[in-house]
């Protein structure tokens, strides 16, 4: 049982246009949220987070928002640009154990110039 | 500054051998975490420790996995028995408490034959 989904394997969009990757979770205890980003040959990369108690949370052209009635989030990347191109994923945690965290299974994505 | 370091990069071996992981964190940091990433996947959380301590070991899949470590710094990620569905890039991160932000190494990939 997938408690993080990641239900788009791919996504691709066009430089300078918006980029929205969702996620869906099913645990209810899970309170804080993550996304990475991770090239290849390379470890993930922490990129930006949210905290329950909040919905939005913005960091330059990344912005994360969280609907918890849906059990749903999704990252907003604005203007999309060709270095964005990777795989992207969303993570989860419950504040019981914020050592352990369960992750998506990605979704790529591609920027064309 | 050194981010977080993982020997070997590659591991090749033979069914039913056993194999050593190495994981050096970040200076400093008191949190460790162990992941397994299958083709496809997802990290999926194997182990994290606080201090020398396992905070949590609850996603070591069977008794053949172990880690220590021992000082509060360096970690081992020993599997006994190999098996061919051990086949995966195995991930450490370090982060400076639980709390803090995950900081990934660059994964070791071990393939057993």
């Known amino acids: 049982d997938q408690q993080v989904k990641q239900n788009s394997p791919s996504l691709s969009v066009q430089e300078g246009r918006i980029s929205i990757l969702n996620c869906d979770y099913t645990?209810?205890?899970?309170?804080?949220f993550l996304w990475y980003k991770k090239y290849p040959a390379e470890g993930p990369t922490f990129l930006i987070s949210?905290?329950?108690?909040?919905d939005k949370n913005e960091d330059g052209r990344f912005t994360v928002f969280l609907n918890k009635s849906a059990k749903h989030l999704s990252l907003h990347i604005v203007p999309s640009q060709p270095g964005d191109s990777a795989v992207y994923f969303c993570?989860?945690?419950?504040?019981?154990?914020?050592?352990?965290?369960?992750f998506g299974d990605g979704t790529t994505l591609t920027v064309k110039p | 500054g050194a981010g977080v370091s993982q020997t070997p990069s590659n591991k090749v071996t033979e069914k039913g051998k056993y194999v050593e992981l190495r994981c050096d964190p970040i200076?400093?940091?008191?949190?460790l975490y162990w992941y397994r990433q299958s083709l496809g996947q997802g990290p999926e959380f194997l182990i994290y420790?606080?201090?020398?301590?396992?905070?949590?070991d609850s996603g070591l899949p069977n008794d053949r996995f172990f880690a220590v470590r021992p000082e509060g710094s360096v970690s081992t990620l020993k599997i006994q028995r190999t098996e061919r569905g051990d086949s995966a890039v195995y991930l450490c991160?370090?982060?400076?408490?639980?709390?803090?932000?995950?900081?990934f190494g660059p994964g070791t990939r071990l393939t057993v034959l």
């Open positions: 991160a370090s982060s400076l408490t639980v709390a803090d932000t995950q900081y």
């Open positions: 645990n209810s205890m899970f309170d804080y």
């Open positions: 949210i905290s329950s108690i909040k």
């Open positions: 993570a989860a945690s419950a504040g019981t154990n914020a050592g352990k965290s369960t």
């Open positions: 200076s400093g940091h008191t949190a």
């Open positions: 420790f606080q201090g020398t301590g396992a905070a949590d």
